[in-house]
Nanobody, 119 residues
Framework: VQLVESGGGLVQPGGSLRLSCAAS????????MRWYRQAPGKERELVAT????????SYADSVKGRFTIFRDSAKNTVNLQMNSLKSEDTAVYYC?????????????WGQGTQVTVSS
């Protein structure tokens, strides 16, 4: 399994960014995918989830209405469109796959991409 995030950077408050996660090494279309983030000194938190077929999504309350998760099964990517960014969105953002094999659940992570919201 390989997950490679891209698209992070420095943006002013109120701005937008789109993160992308390129996935390989597994059958992408059969797994739900998630975005997490971790701010300095804080625990990693779940930001958004999308089901395997993309028909259902869920979001942390802190990003609801501002962030949109979507997937492109032709390109094996899961993306996070982030609008109306706030300083508190500053964090390293991680793409995540959870896969259960013989009753054991494994977490796979990308290397992360830094998002900094600052004027």
């Amino acid at each position: 399994v390989q997950l490679v995030e891209s698209g992070g950077g420095l943006v002013q408050p109120g701005g937008s960014l789109r993160l992308s996660c390129a996935a390989s090494g597994f059958t992408f279309s059969t797994y739900a995918m998630r975005w997490y983030r971790q701010a300095p000194g804080k625990e990693r938190e779940l930001v958004a989830t999308i089901t395997s077929a993309g028909g259902s999504t869920s979001y942390a309350d802190s990003v609801k209405g501002r962030f949109t998760i979507f997937r492109d099964s032709a390109k094996n990517t899961v993306n996070l469109q982030m609008n109306s960014l706030k300083s508190e969105d500053t964090a390293v953002y991680y793409c995540n796959l959870q896969r259960t094999l013989r009753t054991i659940t494994y977490d796979y992570w990308g290397q992360g991409t830094q998002v900094t919201v600052s004027s």
